[in-house]
């Protein structure tokens, strides 16, 4: 019975590709992530298969899940990147991503960032306000570079996704609003050091619904229209991220081919190249975050299953209110039962599910929180002085451990006692 791509039951336990989840837990203890290497793929190359038409650079979303093999799994696949900060230009290419594939995005990039960026060459700085194109264009002509920027456009349309991650109305931080871009980009092009070269949207995440990219997409062709009259070359046109996955049991996952259509539609009469930012709509779905019940509570109204991943390991049903579908790992029992899921650490907010009828479970049943791949481990914290669940790949029959759980000794030794508090 398949859960989600690669992901099934075999013999009543639930398998990432050919490794049964129960075997990876006896190795490595719980909780942990894992991650299926062929669901990745599968996900990039549905893609490149979608817009196979058109001329494309998938920058892979590095926030979304930077750990060092998924990234080599993309670079692999010919994957770019989309980074927010240096540290993330470094974790690409140290994976191997080249500088050549690699769009800088972000509202805070520091002075070291943007050097580090200028002096790796990367592809180009999507830049967010009038003072970071000024100070891109004061650090490239110290070093006679010259940077290749888009401006983030901010279209003002309602991606209709969650507040918290919404991003393309005017009320947000990010990007330059549409109605006064065109100023911008003729200061942009006035500036020494700098080479106006594309444009960029990124209207939210977690999108499921495919109009509002639609109309973000139409405004920007509307947009470039005037920017090559007021006589820039624009060649590039990066679109963002943000398609959603689905979270929900059987939810229908809005169609890359469809997508790739209404991009068609609306942008490839401009003969630009594409750049694309997914993230969560590459990894989101492969991966699972694997727990162990610690007890089954009895409360006065309701009944808690105490599990021993906390929102220090996934955070995003507390922040976000976000559902995640939660499975046995072994299937054979019949009986549900209806749970609060919640984790050990000291909060109300650590609840992953209120009321969920789930099979019923005992200390030590091992269960999968589904659709972990995305902002799962990349946001976890060690609150609580909880131990980092490690990260676990596999590859048809086998599995490797990709991060692993940092040790007590480890954690503590981070830290430091002034030499004069310790007399
Ligand atoms: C977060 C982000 C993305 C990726 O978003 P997904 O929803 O994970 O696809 C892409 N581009 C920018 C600028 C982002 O901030």
């Not at 298969?49 to 692999?76: E, H």
């Not at 106006?196 to 499921?208: A, E, M, R």
């Not at 955070?315 to 984790?343: C, F, K, W």
Request: overall charge negative; glycine content about 6%; some cysteine.
């Amino acid at each position: 019975m398949d859960v989600k791509p690669y992901i099934s039951y075999i013999n009543n336990k639930m398998h990432i590709e050919n490794v049964s989840l129960d075997t990876i837990a006896e190795q490595v203890e719980t909780p942990f992530y894992c991650y299926s290497h062929s669901a990745i793929k599968a996900s990039y190359t549905a893609y490149t298969t979608a817009f196979n038409q058109l001329d494309t650079m998938i920058c892979y979303a590095v926030k979304a899940n930077s750990n060092q093999a998924i990234l080599k799994t993309l670079a692999n696949l010919g994957s770019g990147a989309d980074v927010v900060s240096g540290g993330e230009i470094r974790r690409a290419l140290s994976a191997g991503i080249p500088a050549s594939k690699i769009v800088f995005s972000g509202v805070a990039k520091t002075k070291d960032e943007i050097a580090f960026a200028l002096d790796q060459g990367i592809f180009q700085f999507n830049v967010e306000s009038e003072p970071e194109l000024l100070l891109i264009s004061q650090l490239a002509t110290q070093t006679n570079k010259l940077a290749a920027i888009s401006i983030r456009i901010n279209p003002n349309v309602c991606a209709k996704t969650h507040a918290k991650i919404t991003t393309g109305k005017s009320e947000n931080k990010f990007g330059i609003p549409i109605t006064n871009a065109r100023q911008v980009y003729q200061y942009a092009a006035s500036l020494p050091g700098i080479k106006v070269q594309g444009v960029d949207v990124h209207i939210g995440s977690q999108l499921t619904d495919l109009q509002p990219f639609r109309e973000a997409f139409a405004k920007l062709a509307d947009f470039i229209a005037m920017l090559t009259m007021d006589g820039h070359d624009i060649s590039v046109i990066d679109i963002g991220g943000g398609l959603g996955i689905g979270y929900g049991e059987n939810e229908i996952e809005p169609d890359k081919n469809e997508y790739a259509s209404i991009v068609k539609s609306c942008l490839g009469h401009l003969n630009c190249k594409i750049i694309m930012e997914p993230g969560r709509s590459i990894v989101g779905n492969a991966g699972v975050l694997v727990s162990s019940v610690v007890y089954v509570k009895k409360g006065d109204e309701r009944q808690f299953l105490i599990i021993d991943a906390g929102m220090n390991d996934l955070i995003r049903p507390s922040m976000y209110d976000a559902y995640h579908q939660i499975l046995p790992v072994d299937n054979t029992e019949q009986e549900m039962s209806v749970y609060d899921v919640v984790g050990p650490v000291c909060e109300t907010g650590d609840t992953f599910t209120k009321n969920r009828e789930l099979p019923t479970a005992k200390t030590d049943d091992l269960i999968t929180i589904l659709s972990c791949g995305a902002y799962g481990s990349v946001m976890s914290s060690h609150y609580n002085t909880r131990l980092n669940a490690p990260e676990i790949m596999v590859n048809d029959a086998q599995f490797s451990v990709i991060k692993p759980r940092l040790s007590y000794e480890e954690l503590i030794a981070q830290e430091t006692i002034p030499d004069w508090l310790s007399q």
